[in-house]
């Protein structure tokens, strides 16, 4: 089962090797990661989405997050209320007769196009997991010619 955890970390060099090695060296595989500053520039907050088999798996992983040194808190989302989202940008195949078509597409997610050329229009969406997946199956049908997603960001509600 994936779990989705946050880590207020140091923002120093290294602390993001540390951090993933911490995963790595124990054999645990990272199915997400996002990073960044926050407020204070001093410090980062990491969303890290793991696959845990079972809640000793998940205890053991922030036991030994908390051991390091630069972290600060972490935080496992399993059990309490939080808002995710993803961010893609998908370059698709596009004729201006395709206007309406993604509109009504729009309609129904968040995103926009954010930049047309020739044959090709550049899609923005944000999401959680499910939404991202929907939409993508209607980006399907125009032709997906590139795509780059965001690792789950998450915050407590």
């Not at 798996?57 to 989302?77: A, R, Y």
């Not at 926009?112 to 229009?121: E, G, Q, S, Y």
Request: glycine share 6%; aromatic share 6%; proline share 1%.
């Amino acid at each position: 089962m994936k779990h989705t955890i946050s880590v207020l970390v140091e923002n120093k060099f290294g602390v993001l090797a540390r951090v993933a090695g911490l995963f790595s060296a124990r054999g645990y595989n990272i199915a997400s990661l996002a990073v960044s500053e926050t407020l204070d520039p001093k410090i980062s907050y990491m969303t890290i989405v793991v696959d845990a088999k079972d809640e000793k798996v998940l205890e053991q992983i922030n036991k030994q997050l908390n051991k390091l040194i630069d972290v600060i808190t972490v935080t496992d989302f399993t059990k309490k209320g939080y808002i995710d989202r993803e961010l893609i940008l998908a370059k698709i195949n596009y004729t201006p007769k395709d206007k309406t078509k993604l509109d009504a597409i729009f309609n129904k997610f968040v995103g926009k196009i954010v930049l047309r050329k020739d044959d090709t229009a550049i899609i923005e969406a944000v999401g959680d997991q499910q939404q991202i997946k929907l939409l993508l199956e209607e980006l399907n049908k125009f032709g997906i010619k590139e795509l780059v997603k965001t690792g789950k960001l998450a915050i407590s509600n």
